[in-house]
């Protein structure tokens, strides 16, 4: 016994401490700032090379809602007109606002990213539980959002976590880019959840069929008609993004 608990205390603390402001190293790709001042006129090779279409031109801009966040943007240009920053907080409850125009900065964006509301604070600021429902993603979103409940982001500490049940559930978290064959699935688990409900689409496939949205086998009927409360981008979202949006939505720092 003694050995043991000799062993833990070594162990030491094995979560980050403060998520709210944890860091990420300069090599993570989060935010992209644009200056499209440096951009060399009638240039397009940052568009040509996207494998997202993310990119708009005159006025530039990135959508990091279909972004896959591969740099090569920012690589290919050579003028500096896009870079990308280690801020990864990146939700918003606005599918509009994750279209980065020139010029606009990570704190003005954060700004109003988020709109919190009363309602979701009261019933879910103390436990939050979903559903994730993987409508043919990769594996990379899965693997991310299961790591947001091991020991080193523990996002049970703050009352969320993953259910094996809709019905024990009170949101549907979607990731992938919603094939036909998922389509039916990812319905009849949202419509398992009882109401009220919150619906988060994680990644950039589930936000706008990311690198597959052209594919004819999607079937992305649900977005027209069902109401997306939060959007968290990334390929796949960083943990710390997914739980820090969370956090931010349900207002529980
Ligand atoms: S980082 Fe994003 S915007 Fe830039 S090329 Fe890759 S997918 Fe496109
Ligand atoms: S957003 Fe990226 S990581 Fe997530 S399912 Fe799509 S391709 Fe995979």
């Not at 062993?7 to 200056?35: C, E």
């Amino acid at each position: 016994m003694l050995d043991l608990i000799k062993l833990r205390n070594r162990h030491g603390y094995q979560s980050i401490r403060d998520i709210p402001n944890a860091k990420l190293s300069g090599m993570h790709r989060g935010f992209p700032v644009i200056d499209e001042s440096k951009c060399m006129d009638d240039c397009q090779k940052c568009s040509d090379i996207c494998p997202a279409s993310a990119i708009s031109l005159k006025p530039l801009s990135i959508d990091i809602g279909k972004c896959t966040f591969c740099g090569e943007c920012e690589r290919v240009c050579g003028y500096g007109s896009v870079k990308f920053i280690n801020e990864y907080k990146s939700g918003s409850t606005d599918r509009e606002k994750l279209i980065i125009t020139s010029n606009k900065s990570f704190e003005e964006f954060r700004k109003d990213a988020i709109i919190k509301r009363k309602e979701i604070h009261k019933l879910f600021g103390r436990s939050l539980k979903f559903r994730q429902v993987s409508a043919a993603g990769c594996n990379g979103c899965e693997m991310e959002l299961a790591a947001c409940s091991n020991v080193n982001f523990d996002m049970g500490r703050f009352g969320i976590d993953f259910v094996a049940s809709p019905r024990h559930a009170d949101g549907v978290v979607i990731t992938g880019p919603v094939s036909k064959n998922m389509a039916p699935a990812l319905m009849d688990a949202f419509n398992s959840v009882n109401e009220p409900k919150i619906v988060i689409a994680a990644g950039a496939c589930a936000i706008s069929g990311g690198i597959f949205a052209e594919s004819d086998e999607l079937n992305r009927k649900f977005f027209d008609e069902i109401k997306i409360d939060l959007y968290i981008p990334g390929c796949p979202p960083h943990p710390l993004n997914f739980i820090n949006s969370v956090l931010d939505f349900i207002r529980k720092k």
